[in-house]
């Protein structure tokens, strides 16, 4: 059973915007950092964005200005806001739970592909 279930992926123009959704079990996102990766066909994994339970976010810097990561506590999801898309943001994308205390402990959803596409 996958704990992090991921949506809103899809093929937009460059330009446009996807917001992505992650929903997590209440036990994993009262405590642990949420962020989302990606992967590119041919290309290994890359850290994109994440949030900590104190709500310290932090960004790579391919899509500072154009993506936010936000959480919304009551619903225990994690969403990705992405905007200005271009043709290198293409990559299956994927939810991230990472444990801040005590022991390591990492979550991963199925990925959500993100193709963006004249």
């Known amino acids: 059973q996958v704990p992090l279930v991921e949506s809103g992926g899809g093929t937009v123009q460059p330009g446009g915007s996807l917001n992505l959704s992650c929903v997590a079990p209440t036990r994993i996102f009262n405590f642990f950092t949420m962020g989302w990766f990606r992967q590119a066909p041919g290309k290994q994994r890359e850290w994109v964005a994440t949030e900590t339970t104190d709500a310290l976010k932090n960004y790579t810097d391919a899509v500072k200005g154009r993506f936010t990561i936000s959480r919304h506590n009551y619903k225990n999801t994690v969403y990705l806001l992405m905007n200005n898309l271009k043709p290198e943001d293409t990559a299956v994308y994927y939810c991230?739970?990472?444990?801040?205390?005590?022991?390591?402990?990492?979550?991963w959803g199925q990925g959500t592909q993100v193709t963006v596409s004249s």
């Open positions: 991230n739970a990472d444990r801040e205390t005590g022991y390591q402990q990492t979550y």
